[in-house]
């Protein structure tokens, strides 16, 4: 089942801010993640905040249901702008997910946004992006979501062939994933992700590259592409536990990502994150990098965690409770954190240097700067960028960004 909530103080009942949080937002973009945790099947390795109607069934009567969902996540957008107060930002970035969005009819997702465009008004080069299975949408219901002002869309793909598909529980059919690609380009969507995984247990290198092949044979702008994760308490780690699947490999990892890397820069794809890929700077995914270079965002959906202006908060996590709280007029939020200085030069550094432009040296405490010169004789940082006051990890410092990060955090 998914992972637990994070520890930290109470959420006010009215979910209002410090009145520092606000300070020099308009300095800051705001966007909006709209969690909707519906799912028809789970698959064997998430642990996402989603549910099947069968983990639902009798958890949460109606206050759970999909046909009220989207009444319910309206509730939340007005709570957020009544918390938000006379913030004059207009929103520059929605991203819906889950759980799979597209479970929903697409005249939900699209009220969903009109209640944001209402309430705070949308950037006129706002980027909307939905997720979706490739087996819950048609070209009726993408062309009904790009005439409701979604201009982005992201098809979970993970894998060209059956049998990794199995293995990952996916129920979608090798070929769909591309063919959705080419239904959103007719319904007009300019841009398009495909999501990939690599390292399944299973999986050949054979298999990864004729993934690889089918993604950009399909012509999106975007890919993403994550190395399995084993998470506790999913069906797949019970899976290996039990034998019956080996063990992903950190080293098989390692040679997937070099190949998906030296494969997608040869079709034309810039790396801009350890993970994703875009052809251009337009098709990059505009919402993530809020994430990644700390801005202000509501996550608004049971389990969603928002941060604005250095105070973090997370909704609680089961579709019930959450859709109680707002019906009895209290924020759903279970909890926040208020970010130190110390915390926000953390995770700046934790974010930024997986990005293409990397992290600034000034960032560094002395025992990090020590570190950053070490990973620069390692080969682990460029040259050039670093000369100029910048760490920006070279590709073998991709393959070991995690250690690289700890080392600099210090």
Request: proline share 6%; hydrophobic share 40%; net charge negative.
């Amino acid at each position: 089942m998914p992972s637990a909530l994070p520890d930290g103080e109470p959420m006010p009942e009215d979910g209002s801010l410090p009145s520092h949080a606000l300070a020099g937002a308009g300095e800051r973009p705001l966007g909006f993640y709209l969690h909707v945790p519906y799912c028809a099947t789970r698959c064997g390795y998430c642990d996402f905040n989603t549910y099947t109607a069968t983990e639902l069934r009798g958890t949460g009567g109606v206050l759970a249901s999909r046909e009220n969902y989207a009444d319910t996540l309206i509730d939340e957008v007005r709570l957020a702008r009544k918390v938000l107060g006379d913030d004059p930002r207009q929103v520059r970035t929605v991203f819906v997910g889950g759980g799979t969005p597209t479970l929903l009819p697409a005249a939900d997702l699209v009220r969903m946004l009109a209640a944001i465009r209402d309430e705070f008004g949308l950037a006129e080069d706002a980027e909307i992006t939905t997720e979706a299975n490739p087996e819950s949408v048609d070209p009726r219901y993408l062309a009904e979501l790009r005439a409701g002002g979604f201009n982005r869309v992201s098809f979970g793909m993970q894998s060209a062939k059956q049998h990794v598909l199995k293995v990952l529980d996916r129920t979608h059919t090798p070929g769909r994933p591309e063919a959705c690609v080419a239904e959103a380009r007719a319904a007009g969507f300019e841009h398009v992700n495909l999501d990939l995984i690599y390292g399944t247990p299973g999986e050949s290198d054979e298999d990864w590259r004729a993934t690889l092949s089918a993604a950009l044979g399909a012509g999106p702008d975007h890919i993403s592409a994550y190395a399995l994760i084993v998470e506790e308490g999913t069906q797949l780690a019970r899976r290996i536990r039990r034998g019956e699947v080996p063990m992903t490999d950190d080293d098989v990892h390692a040679d997937r990502y070099l190949i998906a890397d030296s494969v997608m820069a040869e079709a034309g794809y810039s790396w801009y994150e350890v993970s994703n890929w875009a052809t251009s700077e337009a098709g990059r995914c505009l919402h993530n990098e809020l994430y990644w270079r700390g801005a202000d965002w509501w996550g608004a959906g049971p389990g969603a965690h928002s941060h604005v202006g250095g105070v973090r908060w997370w909704n609680v996590k089961h579709p019930g409770a959450y859709a109680a709280a707002l019906a009895e007029g209290r924020s759903p939020g279970a909890g926040r954190e208020l970010l130190s200085e110390e915390d926000r030069r953390v995770e700046r550094i934790l974010l930024e240097l997986r990005l293409v432009d990397g992290v600034p040296l000034s960032l560094l405490a002395p025992a990090g700067l020590a570190a950053s010169r070490k990973a620069l004789a390692d080969g682990l940082l460029e040259p050039g960028p670093y000369e100029g006051g910048r760490a920006v990890l070279t590709l073998r410092g991709r393959l070991l960004a995690d250690a690289v990060v700890r080392d600099l955090v210090d």
